[in-house]
């Protein structure tokens, strides 16, 4: 059962967040999700384990990732991963159910690239989302909501928040305000990795509703402010479909962090993965090589940061 939170939970300030690691887990869909758990379990099988991080903020893919790790080990999820039959793509919200899920994908990059090129800053571009989420919201039949949460809820091997601090960040659709849920919220983990993953529709969450944490900044790496080393892996590689001067690029989110004393290291997709995101990211079909990929590469990388994270 859903609960109400007693307020809109807002972004804490960036001075409020004190620690010594901290891990970043951005967006990226289905394909994303893949990576980040190849990723994590390569670097786990190489004598790194992150998943001990004093904080972990998880964003859209992120989130899922987040959560998962907080019920199984970074082995149990990839080969789970590797394991699974792909099934057929439940198509995304307001797009054809005819349409091929790479065709699906493209039509929900354009909508939303148009919304960014006409919105005249990051705020307005929030609320510019929010306000298309919710007249989709009121041009749906209302069956949406159940169906993603189940959804979001059958990807955790646990239903419950960790003790470790987790952070997963949405963006409320009646403001286009900023917000995070952990696990002082009231907010239940299947709903607020729900929320955080909610790219099309919005997200019902008590009297509230929540578009995807991506569009606040597709890393949040700048909540982990205050943290003595920090690790973000990003599928999309720190890119971002924003004007540079909006400062939504990971490059500015690091240079925030490192202004503030922290330590910052990066993993991204390599050239050989990199076909698998963006357009294809929500292809289930590449969920396994996504998943090999992060792999491969949390192991190549593993030796060399072992000694920034211990």
């Known amino acids: 059962m859903n609960t109400s939170p007693s307020s809109t939970p807002q972004f804490p300030p960036a001075q409020s967040t004190t620690g010594e690691r901290a891990l970043v887990l951005g967006g990226g869909g289905s394909t994303g999700n893949a990576w980040l758990i190849g990723v994590v379990a390569g670097l786990f099988d190489a004598g790194l384990d992150v998943t001990t991080a004093d904080l972990t903020i998880g964003t859209s893919a992120g989130s899922t990732t987040a959560a998962q790790l907080a019920g199984a080990t970074p082995t149990e999820l990839l080969a789970a991963i590797l394991a699974a039959t792909p099934r057929q793509r439940t198509p995304t919200v307001g797009s054809d159910p005819g349409r091929a899920p790479r065709s699906a994908a493209v039509n929900h990059l354009e909508r939303t690239n148009k919304i960014i090129a006409s919105a005249k800053d990051a705020p307005d571009m929030r609320r510019r989302m929010a306000t298309a989420a919710l007249e989709l919201d009121a041009a749906s039949d209302g069956s949406w909501h159940a169906q993603w949460r189940a ?3 059958a990807r955790l091997p646990s239903r419950r928040w960790p003790e470790r601090s987790v952070l997963i960040t949405a963006v409320d659709a009646e403001t286009g305000e900023p917000v995070v849920f952990d696990r002082q919220s009231g907010v ?3 709903d607020a990795v729900a929320a955080s993953c909610s790219s099309g529709l919005p997200y019902r969450i008590g009297d509230h509703r929540y578009i995807d944490g ?3 900044r597709n890393e949040n790496a700048d909540l982990a402010t205050g943290y003595g080393r920090v690790l973000v892996v990003s599928p999309f590689g720190g890119r971002s479909r ?5 400062g939504m690029a990971l490059a500015t989110q690091l240079d925030e962090l490192r202004a503030g004393g922290s330590r910052a290291e990066t993993i991204f997709p390599d050239s050989n ?3 698998m ?10 969920r396994p090589p996504a998943a090999r990929a992060g792999y491969e590469q949390g192991t190549a990388v593993a030796e060399q940061l072992i000694e920034f994270w211990r």
């Open 277 to 286: 995101f963006g357009a294809n990211s929500m292809n289930p079909s590449l």
């Open 273 to 275: 993965s990199e076909h």
């Open 242 to 246: 924003h004007p540079p001067e909006w």
């Open 188 to 190: 239940e983990l299947a």
């Open 214 to 216: 991506g569009y606040r």
């Open 151 to 153: 959804t979001v809820a």
